[in-house]
């Protein structure tokens, strides 16, 4: 049912989110969907209930309005804030620059006040002006950067924030363009640890991170990304306004999100500017221990293979255990902070030293934790990430480093989560294997019912099932249950007359050693039938690199390859040379929006498993082993399922495009999984012929040809 108006806090009757959603739609040109519709009746349901949502609203449903307004009519009505969280920089510019501000512009006179919106990002990727104005404390080996016979590459780019620092309204990194490499921006911001906090940092009224805090805690509406909502949620400091609506955008990458945040990372060079850190404000001889603990971490991790580790040798038990000992040493020996300092750089320094130590110490400490309960109960997976043989690039050379992962986080969102507060979790691409459940599954949502399941996208109403979960063993009487409903608000797309999937059933299974030939002869052939106009999306940089080597002298038309130039700037020519040709890896399988007739094919070499010696993917499959299921279809197949949407998702952008999806890869077709794996995908028409796909593929060409 609509809700009915409502009186706001000025006593403004607010109208029902049906009427809102309709002005904003006449607003901005659009026509109503019948999809937005139903998303916006169940995310309005939602928030009145407490009860959280799943919905996938696939491209071209307006699931961005769809959510967006019944938030801001909540937001308003209530006089909270609702928090929107995405993953991607392209979908929170999208919403500050364009969504919001129109809406805001057709709401304000329903709503009897102008709706506020704010973006709102951690503070390391916010310029501190006391950082710019004291440089960055205790790194030596900076020093002469700016001798005028010396300017170093790096040099120039702190120069050029120095410059930024004085014309920028904002701080926001994202807003420097071209931007600057990792260890240049280091140089200007500061983590939340290491910040002296407004009150007593000198520039703490013009502090840019705290100006957008200020500004969010105003807002009926603040877009952030998945790393601040997780550092929010794990970490003890509160760094988002107090909100009772989460609407998470993008979900499908929020466990990944939400494990990167949660890993750490120790390495003998890290250990060794820790030490650096604190030399000149303790004892020499505890800040030199330090500095010799680490040296003997680099030394023995030289000496250890790459890969999961199982077992804790005792020589890096011993290492670890060295250096877990000397960072505390020299944490009791710098002491808190003194509430009577009036030394801000002195104070700078301390924070700096103390972040990098307690960073150290914890993540040691950590590493050796997890190794202590059988392996089939851990929490944690470690692994040593060293330098491959010919590693590329203009930065230094990483040095091996040990990380230490949660093996899951569905108990970290359940707690942290969705146990206080509502949640909406939207993507196009929710549904693998025909069901919520894998994902809902790594969220640490509650199962629903198998049959009610199955029923889902027949629900007359859109709203499918609702699970309930009472608090877990060990939890309070207090603790909210969990109870979850799910949407599948459809699509737009009649998939079935705009697309064709191929599945090259007639090639051999793809190999360890490459493109087989048969695959770059296929690929040749593909594109040269649409007459260039292909995205290839490969599984690994590796597979692009020699595609597109091998192939450049063989087509008639231009071929691009991730890499060659920044990838927007790639996918800008790609979208702007209709009979171009791009391939690439990963980011282009989740980040291509291209409408219209430059892209007509889109190429997966293969299906996207992860590799069978990814450290988390590999702990995850054993531990749902460990606990009867099939660790296989639960974590490689899942992972595969969802990239090869988000890669078929590619194709169909408006509704006047029509391509095809070609996946090479024959067991799509000839594998027991592969049920699973082409039930997550859109519902194209299949074949598995050459020579269909082909004369397609001509067609379309001529037809784009005779309409350009």
Known sequence: MPSPDLLNQNDVRVPDTATLLAAAVKAIGGAERPGQVKMAEAVERAIATGEHLAAQAGTGTGKSLAYLVPAIRHAVDKGTTVVVSTATIALQRQLVDRDLPRLAEALTPLLGREPKYAILKGRRNYLCLHRVQTGAPDEPEEEGLFDPQQLSALGRQVKRLNEWAEETATGDRDELVPGVSEQAWRQVSVTARECLGAQRCPQGTSCFAELARAEAGEADIVVTNHALLAIDALEEFQVLPEHDVVIVDEAHELVDRVTSVATGALSGPAGEAAARRCGRLIEDGLADRLKEAAEGLALILEDLPAGRMDVLSP???NTLAVLRDAAHTCLTALGGDRKDDNDPAGMAARKAARSALEELHDTAVRVLESFEPEIAARHDVVWLDKPYAGQTGNGPQRPPTLH????????????ALFQTRTTILTSATLTLGGSFEPLARQWGLPPLNAATDRDAKAAAE????????????????????????????????????????????HLPQ???????????????????????????LFSSMRAARQAADELRGHLTHPLLCQGDDSTSLLVKRFAEEERTSLFGTLSLWQGVDV??????????????FPRPDDP???????????????????????HAALLLAQGAGRLLRSMSDRGVVAVLDPRLATARYGT???????????????????????????AAAAGA
């Open 315 to 317: 020589a890096l038990g």
């Open 404 to 415: 230490v992962a949660p093996i899951g986080v569905g108990g970290l969102l359940r707690e």
């Open 462 to 505: 859109g709203l499918a099932k609702t699970a309930t979960s009472d608090a877990p063993e060990g939890k309070s009487a207090e603790d909210k249950e969990i109870r979850w409903a799910c949407l599948d608000a459809g699509s737009p797309f009649d998939h079935g007359r705009a697309g064709i999937l191929y599945v090259a059933r």
């Open 510 to 536: 793809p190999g360890r050693d490459g493109l087989p030939d048969a695959y770059l002869t296929e690929i040749t052939e593909l594109i040269e039938a649409a007459g260039g106009r292909t995205l290839g």
């Open 595 to 608: 409408p219209g007739p430059a892209l007509q094919l889109v190429i997966m070499d293969r299906i996207p």
């Open 616 to 638: 988390v993917a590999s702990a995850r499959q054993r531990a749902v082993a460990a606990r009867g299921g099939n660790g296989f279809m639960a974590v490689a197949a899942t």
């Open 676 to 702: 699973f794996l082409k039930s997550s995908l859109p519902p194209f028409w299949a074949t598995t012929d050459p020579e269909v796909v082909r004369g397609a593929l001509r067609r379309l060409d001529a």
